[in-house]
Each structure stands twice: as structure tokens, then as C-alpha cells.
């Protein structure tokens, strides 16, 4: 059974910092491009940042220079590292992982709230 678990969000104030986790099993997670999706309330699910099996990285236009995604394929773990957070990157965040667009998974998501 393949689950993807994240952890790591909640309140925090404008400026502040983050760091997310998802801890994936049931998959040979070396293998999976992994992505951050998030979705704001009554907008679209958008792709933030994803890693590829070789560790490339992709980010939105919207979070360069201030997420930052990585792996650790030993801890079957993905990050990402959220600095100087917006009010604007109030969101429910997904993990996501994918294989060659085959096979696709999806966490159940973790809320993050950025307000002072």
C-alpha cells in the first residue's frame, strides 16, 4: 500500500520560515520524481517545486529564490524548505510522487497558514 504522509506545516507569521516533510512508503521512492503542489482557498491546485528521480529541481515562478526542495532517498523523505513566507503562500500543501507519468500518488495534504 502506497502512502505518502506530510508534517511539518502550521501558523506561522509573514517573513517566517518552514520546513516541510513527506515521508513516502509502498514505492521504490528512488525512483519517483517528487512535487510540492499546493492550493489556496478557492483557487487551483499549482505545482511549487518538484525533484526529479536525479535530483533536478523545478520551482514556480512565485517561490524561486525562497523554497527550496530536496530529497533524502534513504529516509524515503522529500522536503521543502519554505523562507520568507507570504500571506499569499497560505495553503493546503500536497506531496506528490510520480513515476515516468505511470504511476502518480498523492498525499492527503498539510495546511500551512501564514498571518500575523
Known amino acids: 500500500q502506497v502512502q505518502l504522509v506530510e508534517s511539518g506545516g502550521g501558523l506561522v507569521q509573514p517573513g517566517g520560515s518552514l520546513r516541510l516533510s513527506c515521508a513516502a512508503s509502498?514505492?521504490?521512492?528512488?525512483?519517483?520524481?517528487m512535487g510540492w503542489f499546493r492550493q489556496a482557498p478557492g483557487k487551483q491546485r499549482e505545482l511549487v517545486a518538484s525533484i526529479s528521480s536525479g535530483g533536478t529541481t523545478t520551482y514556480a515562478d512565485s517561490i524561486k529564490g525562497r523554497f527550496t526542495v530536496s530529497r533524502d532517498n534513504a529516509k524515503n523523505t522529500v522536503y521543502l524548505q519554505m523562507n520568507s513566507l507570504k500571506p499569499y503562500d497560505t495553503a493546503v500543501y500536497y506531496c506528490d510522487a510520480n513515476w515516468h507519468g505511470f504511476a502518480d500518488y498523492w498525499g492527503r495534504g498539510d495546511k500551512d497558514t501564514v498571518s500575523s
Open positions: 509502498g514505492i521504490r521512492f528512488s525512483s519517483y520524481a
